[in-house]
T-cell receptor
Framework: DADVTQTPRNRITKTGKRIMLECSQTKGHDRMYWYRQDPGLGLRLIYY???????NKGEISDGYSVSRQAQAKFSLSLESAIPNQTALYFCATWTGVGGYTFGSGTRLTVV | GIQVEQSPPDLILQEGANSTLRCNFSDSVNNLQWFHQNPWGQLINLFYIPSGTKQNGRLSATTVATERYSLLYISSSQTTDSGVYFC??????????FGSGTKLNVKP
């Protein structure tokens, strides 16, 4: 099983819809992150969490919200999706000695 | 924030050739990683290398933290090495700064 699992893998949604992307991890790491990747670019940080009660905004948090339901689960929500939120979304954990581990990504298309 | 510059932006190799990818960063860091993004979009962690040298098969990496750069070496390249290679750095374990990547195309 993957250390970091993201669902769904692909999603097409309509403008204005609320959508949730889910992330779960199996290693008990405290720190979890949501990143966004646009075509041809590196990843940019949306939100990060150091534990269940510690949620922090990243550089591009506008239009997004998160929930850390448990140590193992960190969800990203788009309250009202817009086309420029079409991107590849990654969840990650900080493992300590091994650095960051990323999930397989969620490809989101907003039409 | 920390600026991360990767070079070259694009690289075309014949299978079997060797290559060196470079990552320069603008400030001191506590963490540096190299990733390979495959054609399916998955990010594969290649090296966690804030300093020193590591090797894994045909790949090796060196980070000279005092001079703020890291190098990724690919020897005897294979078509499966194609994809985008990202360098990412972090100072306080709360934000990863990514470079724009090197797009590698290995031709048979």
């Amino acid at each position: 099983d993957a250390d970091v699992t993201q669902t769904p893998r692909n999603r097409i949604t309509k403008t204005g819809k609320r959508i949730m992307l889910e992330c779960s991890q199996t290693k008990g790491h405290d720190r979890m992150y949501w990143y966004r990747q646009d075509p041809g670019l590196g990843l940019r940080l949306i939100y990060y969490s150091f534990d269940v009660k510690d949620i922090n905004k990243g550089e591009i948090s506008d239009g997004y919200s998160v929930s850390r339901q448990a140590q193992a689960k960190f969800s990203l929500s788009l309250e009202s999706a817009i086309p420029n939120q079409t991107a590849l979304y990654f969840c990650a954990t900080w493992t300590g000695v091994g650095g960051y581990t990323f999930g397989s990504g969620t490809r989101l298309t907003v039409v | 924030g920390i600026q991360v510059e990767q070079s070259p932006p694009d690289l075309i190799l014949q299978e079997g050739a060797n290559s060196t990818l470079r990552c320069n960063f603008s400030d001191s860091v506590n963490n540096l990683q190299w990733f390979h993004q495959n054609p399916w979009g998955q990010l594969i962690n290649l090296f966690y290398i804030p300093s020193g040298t590591k090797q894994n098969g045909r790949l090796s990496a060196t980070t000279v933290a005092t001079e703020r750069y890291s190098l990724l070496y690919i020897s005897s390249s294979q078509t499966t090495d194609s994809g985008v290679y990202f360098c990412a750095v972090d100072r306080n374990f709360n934000k990863f700064y990514f470079g724009s990547g090197t797009k590698l195309n290995v031709k048979p």
